[in-house]
Nanobody, 119 residues
Framework: QVQLVESGGGLVQAGGSLRLSCAAS????????MGWYRQAPGKQRELVAA???????NYADSVKGRFTISRENAKNTVYLQMNSLKPEDTAVYYC?????????????WGQGTQVTVSS
């Protein structure tokens, strides 16, 4: 079982920056990847960025060059640095963790944090 707590969302003007944080607790030893998803009104939830336990990263095309995902293993925390924010980045951002064990794979989600980018 994994618990995820996000923080760092808020209201920012276009072109500004925010850093989201996600702290994981519980059975964190078996987490093999973590990531950030977002869901805007009327749209499906989409992957924004992900990072594996080995440090490999993956980004949505819409955020490449602007967002950076990173981790701090000692604190079991993953970050999403968001720069050059655009109004279309407005969404609820959710932290995700994937845990793979001999019994199968499990997905966990945080409660979400609102990011609003004004023009």
């Amino acid at each position: 079982q994994v618990q995820l707590v996000e923080s760092g969302g808020g209201l920012v003007q276009a072109g500004g920056s925010l850093r989201l944080s996600c702290a994981a607790s519980g059975s964190i030893f078996s987490i093999n990847s973590m990531g950030w998803y977002r869901q805007a009104p009327g749209k499906q939830r989409e992957l924004v960025a992900a990072i594996t336990s080995g440090g490999s990263t993956n980004y949505a095309d819409s955020v490449k060059g602007r967002f950076t995902i990173s981790r701090e293993n000692a604190k079991n925390t993953v970050y999403l640095q968001m720069n050059s924010l655009k109004p279309e980045d407005t969404a609820v951002y959710y932290c995700n963790a994937d845990r793979t064990t001999v019994w199968g794979s499990y997905a966990y989600w945080g409660q979400g944090t609102q990011v609003t980018v004004s023009s």
